[in-house]
């Protein structure tokens, strides 16, 4: 497992952690994932060889949000 840190902008409420947790459910491989709405933090552990960084951050945008 790796751990990884995201800032996401876009993110402005419930709703949008809800979003969030609901796309990175979609993925094999992402577990531990923890929103913070007030810092705009996503903060997750994914497995190596299942799932990429990058791919995580496609679909993050896909979703309408800006990850910086």
Do not use: H, W
């Amino acid at each position: 497992m790796k751990d990884l840190e995201l800032k996401v902008e876009g993110m402005v409420c419930q709703s949008c952690v809800n979003a969030i947790t609901e796309i990175l459910g979609q993925f094999r491989g992402v577990e531990a994932t923890k929103i913070d709405l007030e810092s705009k933090k996503v903060c997750l552990s994914y497995q190596i060889g299942i799932v990429t960084p990058q791919e995580i951050i496609e679909a993050i945008e896909d979703g309408g949000y800006d990850v910086l």
